[in-house]
């Protein structure tokens, strides 16, 4: 609820502090006075988007403060929560705008955007008047209103997370089958490198153990006649020969040597040893060296092989088997892609089922709530002296989406038999006013917290026509708070408090203010508006009996 409003340089107002109560608050003056720069101002300090020119002239800068009791469980809290900002139950907005048009806002003494302004707005204010293009006249706006008055807040996020799903769904079954076409292009040749690298089957190391096994084959000849050569030297026609003979002719000899020979035979036994290792091993690298010149011509062929598929295919011949295994993948996903496409198709036809079966649900609740606003619409139009005219809300098929699929417009006819069409089109200023506090009334029952605040929505209308108005808007604040700027005499008459805008002009300087009236004077102010600027006791005596009910 909106306790107060305090303005300073703003416009043609150079200071002013206003406090406003629970209830029906009015506020009069004429024509002029500047009853429309109080809601500019509020509208600033609330982030709303508005005339860029508010600082007053001669001012450096601008500034708005306006303070809300908040009830514990107070939607704008949720916003302070999410915004990081102090949570209390007194909410205090202020805001500046210098003369070169930097605006600067707070939040219980807190910095904030312009953003978390008009969404704390959303929960605090709601402006009504014959140019309401921000709320009920807005025609893409009609859907949202009508699902706040059926609550199909759980209703609608089933449809949004089915639409979800539904493009999820979709999308993979898209990716698949446009992977699928990619794979089926290239089949041909995914298939013919498969089968050709399948048949060679290159092993990892296998290159460079064929390089080496070719090398070692190609100089085996030569190397194999040196080392043949040196076997029988060291063999039995040679070394070893040799040495044995002397190592008997000293065997022979040591025992008339007196022990001198004992230390020789040894190292010639030793020597013996080793020559026998020696003598295996060349007998080993012999054999190692043998070869078939087929075998070499076999190597070679594989090896070249191996290295002319790396090249072809532009990889590593170390990593031919991994290529191998990636073409293999793709081939198999190829054929298993109709399976698999299947499975996506059939997802997809479940998120559908599932999509619709939401939005039907949610359709459902629409056109009932539909049903029970238009009855609710029209008995709160008899009060009003339109009990012939007729509003309807239609709901009309629209492409699916995460919203549903019904579009949602208030459309109305004045008179019996006369066509229907958008709320703010058919019907003229004082029929448009009724129309939308009408609609008004029924949208906010059982909503709290709210300050509704109406701009001159009884133009237009006089008599008992503004009477009812004014009765309609009375029994709107029970329980609440509701601004009127009006020119009726029978809705100022009703206001539970009253204010006066009035307009001076002091050493060429114009400026505006608001006067709290006391009951004297809420005569005067009625008598006013019911006289024009002679009032006369006639004039008082209707004021005092409006004022009386």
Known sequence: MLRGLDISDMLIIDRLELGFQPGLNVLTGETGAGKSILLDSLGFVLGWRGRADLVRQGAAQGEVTAWFDLSPDHPAKKVLQEAGLPVEDELILRRINTADGRKTAWVNDRRCSGEVLRALSETLVELHGQH?????????????????????????????????????????????????????????????????????DPQEGEEATLDTKRRLMQGAEKIRTDVVNAYEIMGQN??????????????????????????????????????????????????????????????????????????????????????????????DALDAGEAAQAALAKAVRDAQAAYDAAAEALSAARNKAATNLDKAVSAELAPLKMERAVFETQITAEEPGPDGRDGVSFTVATNPGAPAGPLGKIASGGELSRFLLALKVCLTRGQSGLTLIFDEIDRGVGGATADAVGRRLSALAQGGQVLVVTHSPQVAALGAHHWRVEKAVSKGMTTSTVVPLSAPERIDEVARMLAGDTITDAARAAAQALLAG
């Open 132 to 200: 309401d293009d921000r709320g009920l006249l807005n025609p893409r706006g009609h859907r949202a209103i009508l699902d706040d008055f059926a609550g199909t807040a759980p209703a609608l996020a089933k449809v949004r997370a089915a639409w979800g799903a539904l493009g999820q769904a979709r999308k993979a079954a898209e990716v698949a089958a446009a992977e699928r076409a990619a794979i089926k292009a290239e089949e041909e040749f995914l298939r013919h490198a498969v089968a050709e690298l399948d048949k060679l």
């Open 238 to 331: 040679g070394a070893e020969r040799n040495l044995g003979d002397a190592l008997r002719w000293l065997d022979g000899a040591a025992d008339r040597a007196e022990g001198a020979l004992e230390a020789p035979m040894a190292a010639l036994n030793r020597a013996m040893l080793e020559l026998d290792e020696a003598l295996s091993g060349v007998a080993t690298a012999i054999d190692t060296m043998s070869f078939d010149p087929l075998e070499l011509e076999e190597t070679e062929e594989r090896l070249f092989a191996i290295r002319a598929l790396a090249r072809k295919h532009d990889v590593a011949p170390d990593d031919l088997a991994g290529y191998a295994g990636t073409l293999r993948i793709k081939l």
